[in-house]
């Protein structure tokens, strides 16, 4: 994952984490529990506030966070009492696969080399009949913003050659607002079993 955005992350940690902890991701993620079984292992790959890793422990899931954004993943720990690992989601390499993949806004930081190491890994990273969720907004550049945050462009047709490479069939798509309330902004949500 490209450093200037680790960095964005980091420095405003404090800030992204009281403008998303509190955003409502129930139905998305009860779609995405309705794939797996019961105390289901779950990890979620650039958690940021950790909002979801908490919703899934709740749910009676074993859920770790991952972020390569350790000032994020602190404010995590301290204020959920989640628990979290730090690392960049495009590199990282399970132990044990895991039932579920929730990748909620995070696939956008990766560009296309990353974006193949990544899904090259759910090799390692996912269990067989395993679900992966990806969420990621549609229409936008590719490059990097005057504050150091990169974005990439990701279209459906894409995200499908990614999954199918991984031996990944779509279950269902789904196709959001924005969960801010940005005006504008949609969001393309996948959910996909490894075969």
Not at 29 to 57: H, Q, W
Not at 60 to 77: I, M, P, S, T, V
Not at 127 to 150: N, Q, R
Request: a negative charge.
């Amino acid at each position: 994952m490209d450093k200037s955005t680790i960095d964005y992350y980091n420095r405003n940690a404090d800030m992204y984490y009281w403008t998303t902890v509190g955003l409502d991701m129930d139905a998305l993620r009860k779609t995405f529990a309705s794939y797996l079984p019961n105390e289901a292992s779950v990890i979620d790959m650039g958690c940021g506030s950790g909002r979801d890793v908490m919703a899934f422990s709740d749910m009676g899931h074993d859920a770790l966070g991952l972020d390569a954004a350790k000032e994020l993943l602190k404010l995590a720990e301290e204020r959920l009492e989640i628990r979290t690992t730090a690392a960049d989601m495009s590199q990282y390499k399970a132990v044990s696969p895991y039932d579920g993949i929730w990748c909620c806004a995070s696939l956008i930081h990766l560009n296309d080399r990353e974006k193949k190491s990544f899904f090259g890994n759910l090799d390692r990273n996912l269990k067989p009949g395993g679900v992966i969720y990806i969420s990621v907004k549609e229409g936008i550049e590719t490059g990097t913003d005057s504050e150091g945050l990169y974005m990439s462009n990701c279209t459906e047709a894409e995200l499908g050659k990614y999954l199918e490479d991984a031996g990944c069939e779509i279950l269902e798509t789904k196709e959001t607002e924005d969960a801010q309330g940005r005006g504008g902004v949609r969001w393309l949500n996948v959910f996909a079993r490894k075969k």
